[in-house]
């Protein structure tokens, strides 16, 4: 099993990046799929997730900005971030899981600084 994120980088406040996690060993399209995020010092925290029915949620401190999107057929999960804020700064990950499994992928590094 693969989950391989890309898409992270340096960006300027006020500045969007899009985060892709692509699969490999798993049925994609049954498992929910999520994002974390943990900053230098902090716990991991879930950012977004979506079901395999595509329902989405996402924590309080990114809703209106963050979307989560998932396409079944490239077997890929997306989060689109706009309007970053420098406590966005964090290595975000990836995680699918399905019946009591759980995988995740290396993460990606977001930076977000003038």
């Known amino acids: 099993v693969q989950l391989q994120a890309s898409g992270g980088g340096l960006v300027q406040p006020g500045g969007s990046l899009r985060l892709s996690c692509t699969t490999s060993?798993?049925?994609?399209?049954?498992?929910?799929m999520a994002w974390y995020r943990q900053a230098p010092g902090a716990q991991r925290e879930v950012v977004a997730t979506i079901t395999s029915r595509s329902d989405t949620n996402y924590a309080d401190s990114v809703k209106g900005r963050f979307t989560i999107s998932r396409d079944n057929a490239r077997n890929t999960v997306y989060l689109q971030m706009n309007n970053l804020k420098p406590g966005d700064t964090a290595v975000y990950y990836c995680h699918a899981s399905h019946r009591g499994y759980n995988y995740w992928g290396e993460g990606t590094q977001v930076t977000v600084s003038s």
């Open positions: 060993g798993i049925i994609f399209s049954v498992n929910a």
